[in-house]
């Protein structure tokens, strides 16, 4: 398919563990996006990257949460130290250019639940 | 801090009617709003944008209205149909940041 892919889909991962979310963009997509989706809340802008690097961190949460990209493409996603308040669902999102004129797609999401 | 505030959580209309989605933002530094669908279980999706130079933009059923001095923004929606029963999202961002801060989502209900 042609759109944003991520994986996995849902992920139950015990408080303390590690987890890795990937997310595979629309080729010749530049621009990468990481949100998150809290039950009930709206959607929490992560981090932005422009081809590898990443000029947007501030909404990471803590130094529990990590991300990188490679090769203009893929990009993880990596929490460490799992806890019960990191359960959402996440979205990644690629864009062509970045910008006003360049919407955001959105891939179907990772529903991470930690018990 | 709430900066993007969609005080409805839901709403339901009858098919054919209009729908009005409203929005409230509290930075004056937004200066280009988007709004966005989702249904379960996938991503949002891109519906509508509009800059903050212009107070209207228009796209086949879909219009959104911008008032600046009020800081509102609403979306409307003539004819609705079923098919539009989705989660709509708004959306806002300024100047040089990719970053956009999402209201929580009002949930579109059209009835046949």
């Known amino acids: 398919g042609a759109g944003v892919s991520q994986s996995p889909s849902n992920k139950v991962t015990e408080k303390g563990k590690d987890v890795e979310l990937r997310c595979d963009p629309i080729?010749?997509?530049?621009?990468l996006y990481w949100y998150r989706q809290r039950l009930g809340q709206g959607l929490e802008f992560l981090i932005y990257?422009?081809?590898?690097?990443?000029?947007?961190k501030s909404g990471l949460p803590s130094d529990r949460f990590s991300a990188e990209r490679t090769g203009e493409s893929v990009s993880t996603l990596t929490i460490q130290r799992t806890q019960q308040e990191d359960s959402a669902v996440y979205l990644c999102?690629?864009?062509?250019?970045?910008?006003?004129?360049?919407?955001?797609?959105f891939g179907n999401g990772t529903r991470l639940t930690v018990t | 801090d709430q900066q993007v505030k969609q005080n409805s959580p839901s709403l339901s209309v009858q098919e054919g009617r209009i729908s009005i989605l409203n929005c409230d933002y509290t930075?004056?530094?937004?200066?280009?709003f988007l709004w966005y669908k989702k249904y379960p279980a996938e991503g949002p999706t891109f519906l509508i944008s509009?800059?903050?130079?212009?107070d209207k933009n228009e796209d086949g059923r879909f219009t959104v209205f911008l008032n600046k001095s009020a800081k509102h923004l609403s979306l409307h929606i003539v004819p609705s149909q079923p098919g539009d029963s989705a989660v709509y999202f708004c959306?806002?961002?300024?100047?040089?940041?990719?970053?956009?801060?999402f209201g929580k989502g009002t949930k579109l209900t059209v009835n046949p």
């Open positions: 999102a690629s864009s062509l250019l970045g910008g006003y004129n360049s919407p955001l797609h």
């Open positions: 080729s010749g997509h530049t621009a």
């Open positions: 990257f422009q081809g590898n690097s990443a000029p947007d």
């Open positions: 930075n004056s530094m937004f200066d280009y």
């Open positions: 509009i800059s903050s130079i212009k």
């Open positions: 959306a806002a961002s300024r100047g040089g940041s990719e970053k956009l801060v």
